[in-house]
């Protein structure tokens, strides 16, 4: 079973506040991801780290930032939030190793930007 | 430009049936093929993987078949269940350079009818 845990669940958040959605893992997984997914589209890489100390951006440009000061911690921070913010933030990690090692998501942040 | 397309967003099946999910896939250079079911307000759990070396991959009710000539994947689910209805994401990846990280599929939604 996957221990990895996302908070909050549900965020619903005026425009220009900052927003920290927190991601803690269990597993002592180096590797850790976040995705910003739409309904009824793929999950979008945004930001991933292959350890502490390490963070780089995804495929999908994004204006949050997140930062890997402890292995098992992986906050994204958005300083200013907007309405094209919305969407659903899921979070991973997985083992080191080959890029086919499973992935295991939490359950995810809705975010909504009003 | 979407390197993982899974063209059908739904699929409905009987009970006790075969459900045949499909990917297809532009990029040669991917190496590894994923499954992974996302229920409602959950994350998305692993659920079977497939190396380029092999062109089918089995465990218990679940068999994936991957045709590289083709680049195409398919996942069968055999005998269908009720408790199998989730939306089922298709990803892929490589070693190295862009393909390094996990592609997702818009993903397909399945429902098992009882």
């Known amino acids: 079973e996957a221990d990895i845990y996302q908070t909050p669940r549900y965020l619903v958040i005026g425009t220009g506040k900052k927003i920290t959605l927190e991601c803690s893992q269990t597993?002592?997984?180096?590797?850790m991801y976040w995705y910003q997914q739409d309904p009824g589209m793929e999950l979008h890489l945004i930001h991933y780290?292959?350890?502490?100390?390490?963070?780089e951006k995804g495929d999908l440009s994004s204006e949050s930032t997140v930062s890997r000061i402890r292995t098992e911690h992986f906050p994204l921070t958005l300083e200013s939030a907007r309405p094209s913010h919305t969407s659903q933030y899921l979070c991973?990690?997985?083992?080191?190793?080959?890029?086919?090692?499973?992935?295991?998501f939490g359950d995810g942040t809705r975010l909504s930007i009003l | 430009d979407q390197q993982v397309k899974q063209n059908s967003p739904s699929l409905s099946v009987q009970e006790g049936r075969i459900s045949i999910l499909n990917c297809d896939y532009t990029?040669?250079?991917?190496?590894?093929f994923l499954w992974y079911k996302k229920y409602p307000a959950e994350g998305p759990t692993f659920l079977i993987s497939?190396?380029?070396?092999?062109d089918k991959n089995e465990d218990g009710r679940f068999t994936v078949f991957l045709n590289k000539s083709a680049k195409h994947l398919s996942l069968h689910i055999v005998p269908s269940q009720p408790g199998d209805s989730a939306v089922y994401f298709c990803?892929?990846?490589?070693?190295?350079?862009?393909?390094?990280?996990?592609?997702f599929g818009t993903g397909t939604l399945l429902a098992v009818q009882p």
């Open positions: 991973a990690s997985s083992a080191a190793g080959p890029p086919n090692q499973p992935q295991h």
């Open positions: 597993m002592g997984h180096d590797k």
């Open positions: 780290s292959y350890g502490v100390n390490s963070t």
């Open positions: 990029n040669s250079m991917f190496d590894y």
């Open positions: 497939i190396s380029s070396i092999k």
């Open positions: 990803a892929a990846s490589g070693y190295g350079g862009a393909t390094n990280k996990l592609i």
